[in-house]
């Protein structure tokens, strides 16, 4: 199929205001990227090579900037500063560290509009899910600012002989971290991994995904302008086939967010160094919409988990499961509300989904649905290209009659299409969620909550929402967020997502007694003793 082509049975649905002739629509005629701003982001790559690439927004297509590229060398370089500057960064008090996080919270916010703008000239994306990156960073600013001292402290724990032996649990930072980000997220996934290795006390080398390398520099920027010292955060720039080696052969610890084939690839080169990583990476979401769910409700909560970002987020719903008693008039509702989307090329509010990222990720988008629909799947909704909006738009999709033999059905397929399918009853339900090799994020709507939470222990996933899409996981910054199964490892946020970055250390200093005989005792009178002891505190509920 052609990028403009109609799919056979697609629902022919006229979408929401999609007029590029009203001047208040078009792309060009505000937010413009003033050209000395972008120079200044640009220099903050350790770059050495004189090789420059352009950078493209998906809107138009249309150059945005210039962007240095790294050599291995400039990689050997960006460690070298991040390891001098870690050194006296790990003895500064993690008070310090977390007020400049705060500070960096209050910067974001105050900027929001700068950093959402940015956001969409390189992602494509509409401005209303381009805030959910701001808000997600000042949320873990925030969060890690406030629990830093709680996590990071020093911790009593109970020594062998009590009032004898005093013990403790350090936490030492791993040194440098090595973070490769997405394209998908640019602000959120440049920001959101490397603010809790900082605050833990550690320095930072990121490769952002080239696509979007403006919106991660910004963030270089804010963090600098919050306090951070020089040398703790260090970009580069180039393709990760390039880099990706070298970083992780420099790196104490690596964090990655892709796909699961790279992810394999980063996770055997981190073992053969024995150092630690964190992965997230593919998904195949599924969404549980239950006899009793609320039927309104359920509809517009698939349709944010279904097109936000024109699908393109780790965590969004590809597969929606609906009970029998209910499928068609949820369905109905589905394609009503999908139908009533606004799509709009620009980076004005009102638009309800925005452009993909780039002509891989609309081929990948056509090729799903063209494979569904050649072998029998219908599309209820959407179904086709978009080039009158921009070069990378398509429609958001809904799609039912899809079967295992086609590709869409197990396959990652990272844009704005979703199958539609029935289950008979709940086990059935929940083992066609557990289908496959995946494991992320699952969500699961009904008015007994109680119950859809004894279901939700039941998916394979790593998050898990009750009528929600995936905000209630993912905004909650004191929960972990990660996968389950293939879709990675390890956890960002929360406790974890912090502690991931440190060594923990034993401390013990012991007073008196030493653990050998003394006081004139062989070998076996002191085991006899010990042994007396053991006996006597266990009596004394002590140990």
Aim: proline share 5%.
């Amino acid at each position: 199929m052609s990028a403009s082509s109609q799919p056979a049975g697609a629902g022919g649905a006229s979408f929401g205001d999609n007029d590029l002739a009203d001047p208040e629509h078009d792309v060009t005629a505000s937010y413009a990227l003033d050209p000395a701003s972008v120079r200044a982001l640009t220099r903050r790559v350790v770059s050495t090579t004189g090789r420059e690439i352009p950078a493209y927004t998906p809107i138009t297509g249309q150059p945005l900037a210039m962007v240095p590229q790294s050599g291995e060398d400039d990689v050997e370089e960006a460690f070298a500063r991040a390891r001098r500057a870690q050194k006296a960064w790990a003895q500064t008090p993690i008070r310090e560290r977390a007020a400049m996080l705060l500070r960096l919270h209050d910067l974001v916010l105050d900027r929001q509009d700068e950093i959402i703008d940015l956001i969409c000239w390189e992602s494509g994306k509409a401005r209303k899910h381009a805030f959910d990156e701001p808000l997600h960073i000042a949320l873990t600013a925030r969060y890690y600012g406030r629990t830093g001292v709680q996590h990071l402290a020093p911790k009593r724990v109970r020594g062998v002989v009590p009032g004898l032996t005093q013990a403790e649990v350090t936490r030492v930072p791993k040194g440098v971290v090595g973070i490769i980000a997405p394209w998908n997220y640019p602000f959120t996934m440049a920001l959101c991994d490397g603010i809790p290795a900082l605050l833990a006390g550690n320095a930072v080398v990121i490769k952002p995904d080239a696509q979007t390398m403006l919106s991660a520099l910004l963030g270089a920027q804010l963090l600098e302008e919050a306090g951070l010292p020089e040398g703790l955060w260090n970009v580069v720039a180039g393709p990760g086939r390039e880099l990706g080696t070298p970083i992780i052969d420099r790196s104490d610890y690596v964090c990655f967010t892709g796909s699961t084939p790279t992810g394999r690839i980063i996770a055997r080169q981190c073992a053969e160094r024995l150092i630690g990583c964190s992965l997230e990476l593919g998904g195949k979401n599924p969404m549980l919409v239950l006899r009793d769910a609320d039927l309104d409700r359920a509809a517009e909560g698939a349709v944010r988990a279904v097109f936000s970002n024109a699908g393109q987020l780790c965590v969004a719903i590809e597969r929606l499961y609906v009970a029998d008693q209910v499928y068609d008039r949820f369905r109905d509702k589905l394609v009503e509300r999908t139908k009533a989307m606004t799509l709009r090329a620009g980076l004005q509010w009102g638009s309800d989904m925005g452009s993909l990222i780039s002509q891989d990720q609309l081929d990948t988008v056509v090729a799903h649905v063209d494979d569904a629909v050649a072998k029998g799947a219908k599309v209820l909704v959407g179904g086709k290209a978009r080039p009158d909006l921009g070069p990378y738009y398509y429609e958001p999709t809904v799609l039912e009659g899809v079967s295992p033999d086609m590709t869409c059905f197990g396959t990652e397929t990272f844009g704005p299409v979703v199958a539609l399918h029935r289950f008979h009853d709940e086990a059935d339900a929940i083992a066609r969620a557990n289908e496959g090799e995946y494991g992320l994020n699952a969500s699961i709507y009904s008015r007994d909550t109680r119950r859809a939470r004894e279901i939700g222990r039941q998916v394979k996933c790593g998050t898990v929402n009750v009528n929600e899409a995936f905000a209630a996981t993912f905004a909650s910054i004191e929960a972990p967020m990660g996968g389950m199964r293939q879709s990675g490892m390890g956890r960002r946020q929360g406790a974890e997502g912090l502690l991931r970055y440190t060594e923990t250390q034993s401390l013990a200093v012991q007073r008196v007694l030493r653990f050998a005989p003394q006081f004139g005792m062989n070998d076996k009178t002191y085991a006899q003793v010990m042994t007396a002891n053991l006996r006597l505190l266990r009596k004394a509920g002590r140990a």
